[in-house]
């Protein structure tokens, strides 16, 4: 089974309407990190969480880390085109130093104009 | 502020030959991770390197592939005698020092493609 489960796979969505991405692990996360993938291209990192309760914000993107540290939300508000792209939530099960990431298999987003 | 650099950005390549990418770090980062993505799959750790060390090989297929990272120049991924199995997308990521609350950045990936 997955260690990380994205959901929803994919989603169409409105300009202009609110959105959210989970990212649920089966074991304790020491690290969530969150990229954007275009496609056809490379990882952009959006954010980084590692605390328990821990909330962050960068324009209109807001990611946040459950108290357990095993879920985590992507909420975009106000959608655009330029946020259409592959959501990738990738998390740190180590917490002893940096080892690779174990990604989640993605969430396709398409803004409809 | 360059960030990390893959090449070839593409690489087409026969059954039976060799595949070299090549991936040079952001400035400042010694530590260098390589990933795999398939096509319907997700992004999957294959090797975890610093300088002159391997650290971590758990996600590499146990043959033909290699990977290093010389003390002057790009970490190269090496696969041999490749197979079509092998058409991915090979991504490349370099954070400064490997501390657990360093963020991993990434190259914009080799798409190799075996015919």
């Known amino acids: 089974s997955q260690e990380l489960e994205q959901s929803p796979q994919s989603l169409i969505v409105q300009e202009g309407k609110n959105l959210t991405i989970n990212c649920t692990s089966s074991?304790?996360?020491?690290?969530l990190y969150w990229y954007k993938q275009k496609y056809g291209e490379g990882l952009i990192f959006l954010m980084m969480l590692q605390k328990g309760g821990e909330e962050k914000s960068h324009e209109k993107i807001t990611a946040k880390l459950d108290e357990k540290k095993q879920q985590s939300s992507l909420h975009i508000t106000a959608s655009q085109p330029s946020h259409a792209g592959i959501y990738l939530c990738g998390a740190d099960f180590s917490g002893g130093g940096a080892d690779g990431l174990t990604f989640g298999k993605g969430t396709h987003l398409i803004i409809q104009p | 502020n360059a960030g990390v650099m893959q090449n070839p950005r593409h690489l087409v390549r026969r059954r039976g030959q060799e595949a070299r990418l090549r991936c040079s770090p952001m400035?400042?980062?010694?530590?260098v991770y390589w990933y795999r993505q398939l096509p319907e799959e997700g992004l999957k750790f294959m090797v975890y390197l610093q300088k002159e060390n391997i650290i971590d090989e758990s996600g590499m297929p146990k043959e033909r592939f290699s990977a290093e990272f010389p003390k002057e120049g790009p970490s190269i991924l090496r696969i041999q005698q490749v197979v079509r199995g092998d058409s991915a997308a090979y991504f490349c990521a370099s954070s400064p020092s490997g501390s657990p609350s360093e963020t991993q950045y990434f190259g914009p990936g080799t798409r190799l493609l075996v015919l």
């Open positions: 074991k304790t996360l020491y690290g």
């Open positions: 400035k400042g980062h010694s530590h």
